[in-house]
């Protein structure tokens, strides 16, 4: 005998929002100011809030190496601006490469990964496609 689970216990393709976002700009502090970007160039609104949990994705060419992998809690600024709780006083200079034309590389992202439990703000703009 074979169990067949329901189609609502397995979600196709489910998105999460607030989405990542390609970073134009970090500063050397505590908390550390990160500016960002839809697309590398023009200046997006990042649609986060505080209280979110964040992780920075710092490929190589883009200094600042030691924020790579990092998490910190976000706390707005404005639209495209906000700070993270982690410290980059001594790391080195965040840095956006020269790309050759036609090639844009791997982008320095900010990839949203959770909030503060007793918050949940932005729980109430996840999007799950349900039939």
Do not use: K
């Not at 005998?1 to 397995?10: D, L």
């Not at 439990?117 to 729980?123: D, G, I, K, S």
Request: aromatic fraction near 10%; proline fraction near 10%.
């Amino acid at each position: 005998m074979s169990i067949t689970m329901p189609n609502y216990y397995a979600v196709q393709m489910p998105m999460f929002q607030p989405a990542m976002r390609n970073i134009l700009s970090i500063t050397q502090g505590n908390p550390a100011l990160i500016t960002t970007t839809f697309d590398g160039i023009n200046p997006g609104a990042h649609n986060y809030q505080t209280g979110l949990i964040a992780r920075l994705i710092i490929p190589d060419g883009f200094g600042m190496v030691r924020a790579n992998q990092l998490y910190g809690t976000v706390t707005l600024v404005n639209d495209t601006q906000f700070t993270i709780s982690i410290d980059t006083t001594l790391f080195d200079p965040f840095v956006v490469p020269t790309f050759q034309p036609g090639n844009n590389g791997t982008p320095a992202v900010v990839v949203p990964t959770g909030e503060i439990n007793e918050l949940l703000t932005e729980a109430t703009q996840n999007v799950l496609p349900y039939p």
